[in-house]
Nanobody, 123 residues
């Protein structure tokens, strides 16, 4: 069973930065792709933010965060990071990391989810 734990959320003023961390355990880390999603207050749907493949070579960012957020991973530490820069109030949300299996057989769905960490950006 894969366990994911997020940390690094908090309250920041517009224009500020945060770094979110996602710690994974329970499965060989290099078999997992990791994604970050967020759910804004009052919205039912969860929004894709970024993803990174198991090697760290293939990263994808949503258009809404491209140029402001970066995703990276440290496979020795079983960690994935999401650097949030130039934050705006519209970035306020609960940010969750999720994992999907990429080895031995790639799967599209994110089957494992963390509890989330709150990011609040004030104007």
């Amino acid at each position: 069973q894969v366990k994911l734990v997020e940390s690094g959320g908090g309250m920041v003023q517009a224009g500020g930065s945060l770094r979110l961390s996602c710690a994974a355990s329970g499965r060989t880390f290099t078999t997992l792709g990791i994604g970050w999603f967020r759910q804004a207050p009052g919205k039912e749907e969860r929004e894709f933010v970024a993803s990174i493949d198991r090697t760290g070579r293939d990263a994808v960012l949503s258009d809404s965060v491209k140029g402001r957020f970066t995703i990276s991973r440290d496979n020795d530490a079983n960690m994935v990071y999401l650097q949030l820069n130039s934050l705006t109030p519209e970035d306020t949300a609960v940010y969750s990391c999720a994992a999907r299996i990429e080895r031995p057989f790639p799967r599209q769905e994110y089957a494992y989810w963390g509890q989330g960490t709150q990011v609040t950006v004030s104007s």
